[in-house]
């Protein structure tokens, strides 16, 4: 394939390049020029499938010189020494017209609207509004609460039938719920009789919808987006590694019933995700809140918190002198968790047994969109050490046969792997240690419960199962003591050395 | 898992009969719109379960189905009455009387509109037009015309049709329609039919094309694009070998019924001109599209396409029918070509054009009916002859010209309604004559010249010569030739808001500026007639007017904005009255 031709073309007055071929709307976005629209989204139409673009809000209009009448930029395609002006009286009159007509009819009920704040038709109004208006009729009504499904929540009257969620549904999921019935001003956006809007990526509809008309169940009435901050991170729901924006509401913690999360949003990034995520992902931050580990615990011979000091000290006495050490890990892990990790259990304490392959608790469904089977973020970067996985059924043998007294768990609930039978497998050891960012039933069986920082809280790298490094920044401050896996695994190292260092003292 | 269905949606009968429209066109698919009328016969409705099965059958979506069922009036969720009655509110039935009419079929049927008599007899609807304003106010049981919705006819719920006045002067295709036999084939022939058919079979295709150029025939179904010209868009052979030639007799905007008479009359007039056209642009498939409400000219056609067949004149060419479903849309030839694809009718945006992109991604030549029927007398009598009939083309001034002759349907309040051929060039003022002048002997006060999207005419205008080009120099177009004339005593006001009534309904939601406009502006209308206008109406219908037209998807979005910009520019005082200032 070769490269398209690159031509030159005006736009508003100044030269600009672009390649052969490429949207109105796309070079000017790349020329920084933003031109308004609603039913283009560049996840849902390409220059070679200009269908994607409907062309039907009508929004994106611009003048293109020797052309009849206004097009729509989002369907026409930039040539040689084309002159186009989306700046032109005509065109801004175009906009504005496109803007009013889009408002007829819609509710303006702002005030008790989620979309409020990031909504389409109050942004472009502030920008290309601020007209007075002159709809004296009523509004038209239709339904405004329908459970679309699980996550998603549809009012007809504030739609404007852009048809991005139809087109959503269509052209990625392919899974057909939503359509557009009727015709008309009495056409709306609605379910397709017996179905309900269930498929792993609802949740994106919701992303897509420009107005108020799509609205997440989860998120719905909890703070206004307007307190939200929004910091990068990299999905941890599975080994696709999503590009993810985290929503937390810190300014106003009495808001979003107490929690710091609120949402999680797709970031785009054409090499991992497009612009989608998945439901599972989407909606998996529950855990950044609820059910956390803050402080450190001896729990068994004396059952006390400790300072990182004391914590150090005991386990690292406790892990030296331990027949048999097996370490669970998890994909969970970061690339700077691993590398801390490989010092600890493999060089220093020379482990028996090493087990980070995903089991029951975590594996999951996987699809051709983004799912991937293993629900972890990271086992590529286990791999990137050299590190080996032995298996659960080894581990459960040298238990069973006491050649494992010492078991190193990390953020897994082994309950979920050997059920019933983990009480008594635990029962059999010396020494069980639990470091993990959440509350399991391993945790509380443990001799040692070491609180960690979720993803959220700290900043780090994962590998997705394709080999890309994400970086994921801090968006939360840590929870009580909680301190990064690795920051536990060099506490411990440095404990280990100093140990060696008194012993030769003496 | 849906639960499994205990009742099966069809009888073992039914299910085959759907299972034939699925092999009756060159796609599977395009019989879906026909098939889905066949349930709605059936169960005088269309549920949840027979369109999960017309959806398997058909292999596709039921978003795609549910949204045909609910984008087309005759289409119902719930049942409607086993005799439904339809009475026109177009604008000529609306100005004799539709409304009296609609308020005597509610006290008869003691049911208000859209409700079914509790014997499950009986329902009735207000339609946009039915195609029939000669007989205004009109109305149908069926989808079959039954007349005039006199006192009488609704009192007996049936009614008897008048007879169609004809009337103009040399005229082509009308010529013979005093022959009551006309539409059988044996009739046809006995006045020429088919000879132009066989001198055109040898011609070669460049030849047809070249002797309809000289013609200067210009498409008389709306839009006035040359025909010639149309079929020379089409890419050759080589590269695309299948191309189809489509038949528009989707006639439906208010005002025209001529498309209506030509079929029931000379049906083998439009077959000859199909078979032509297909010839001219090398397509082994002639389709024609007639709208859902001309029930007794689809058996006039399928009827003449079985003599046809019969005969063997068709030679290779296959010859298909496909009735709409009650949208004024499909009118338009790219919304038309996506419900012929089993698909609501939604304009495309060309380009590309349905010359080179057309139903199911081949080229397809889109002409409406009256245009083909001309095709056979350019054929036997030549181009040039037929380009002299109407209007030279003047190159100076850049003017194309407009050969032949045109059927003009007139109605309104004029004495003798009826259909009109008359060369074009002809002077407004002189068709409205022989239709024996203004009802009653009341003043002109102006006319539609085009059909109701068609801008209005003045009375001081009404000596335009009616041909493509010189009606533009009053600000109308020649539209599909439906003239509404229109006496001193209408108020304008009242004839646009019908007219933007109609085109809100008929607005198919794609676009939002058609979309939300055309409401908005019927509601402002109404409620200025209401006598609650303010003086901000005026400057707000010209400005919404001024912000539909030229931002749309399509033509229709374009006449939404035009009509009442048209009416309050050529009668302003009627819009004082109503609107203070």
Redesign the interface.
Known sequence: MSEPKTVKFKLNGKDIEAKEGQLVIDAAKDAGVDIPHYCYHPGLGTPENPKGNPGNCRLCIVEVAGAPKPQVSCRTQVKEGMVVASDSPAAKRAQQSSLELHLVNHPLDCPVCDQSGECGLQNYYMEIGKYESSVREDKLHKNKRIVAGPHVMLDQERCILCTRCTRFVDNVTKTHELGIFGRGHKEHIDLVPGKTLDNPYSGNVVDICPVGALTERDFRYKVRVWYLDETDSVCPGCSRGCSISLHTNTKRPWHNDGKRVARIKPRHNPEVNGWWICDEGRYGYKSLDEDRLGRIMRLKDQRRELSWTEAFEEVSSKLSSAKGLAVVASGMLSNEDWAAFKPLFVDKLKAEQIIFTPEPDQLGEEDALLRKREKVPNLKGAEVQGLKSYSFPDLRTAIEKGEVKALYVIERDLTKIWGEKTEELLAKLDLVVFQGPNKTATGDLAHYRLPVTAYAEEEGHFTNFEGKVQAYKRALEPLGQAKPDWAIFAGLSEHLAGERQREAVA | M?PVATQKAFTSEQEKVLQAWTTEYPYPIMGLLEALRQVQQWNLCIR?EH??FVANLFKT????V??LV??FPMFTTEPTGRKRVGVCHGLSCTMAGAEKACASLEKKLGVSEGVTTKDGEYSWEELECIGACEQAPAFQINDELQGPATEESIAKLSGSRRPVILGGEKPLLTKDFADAALHTLEAYRKHGGYEGWKKAQAMSPAELSAEVVKSNLRGLGGAGFPTGGKWGTVPPVEKAPERYVVGNYDESEPGCFKDRVLGERSPHQILEGLLIACRAVSSKWGFIFIRGEYAAQDRILRKAIGELQMSGLAGEIKLRIMRGAG?YICGLDTALLETMEGK?AWPR?PPPFPTVVGLMGKPTVVNNIETLSMLPHIIKNGGEWFAKLGVPPNPEKKIPGSGGTAVFSVSGDVEKPGIYEVPLGTPLRKVIDMAGGVEGGKKLKGAIPGGTSAPPVTAAEADVPLDFDSIRTVGSFMGACGIIVLDETRDMVEVAHNIERFL??????????C??????TT??LA?ALDGKG?P?DAP?LQ?IGE??T????CALGDTVGMVTRGFMKKFPDDFKKRIPS
């Open positions: 849906t949840p369109e999960d979506t039921l978003t795609r549910h949204e609910t984008f949208a609501k945006q809100a309904h008929e607005s198919c939601g794609q676009c939002t500026p979309r939300e406009g055309s409401e908005w509601r402002i409620r303010t901000a707000n400005r912000n539909i030229g931002k749309v998807i």
